[in-house]
């Protein structure tokens, strides 16, 4: 016997995660490859910074920290982090 609702949950998509979007929005406007990296490269950085939090939780004083660990710690230039 087939669950009624079979058809419908066999065409169902879990929705994309936050790095799928970026990747698929930084394609859709023809950035290099390797710009593309980079963005994506950043953006873990970040989340993985704030212990996994989404972004949207986040702000500008999450962002001053993340920043001025990149500046103090990291020593990334600050032409870098533009």
């Not at 930084?26 to 994506?40: D, G, V």
Request: hydrophobic fraction near 35%.
């Amino acid at each position: 016997m087939i669950h009624q609702g079979f058809a419908e949950d066999k065409t169902r998509q879990k929705p994309k995660k936050l790095l799928e979007q970026a990747r698929e929005l930084i394609r859709l406007k023809h950035y290099s490859i390797r710009t593309e990296e980079a963005y994506l490269g950043w953006m873990k950085r970040f989340i993985l910074y704030h212990n996994k939090r989404h972004p949207k939780e986040l702000g500008v004083v999450e962002i001053e920290a993340f920043l001025s660990h990149l500046a103090i710690e990291e020593n990334v230039a600050g032409s870098t982090q533009n």
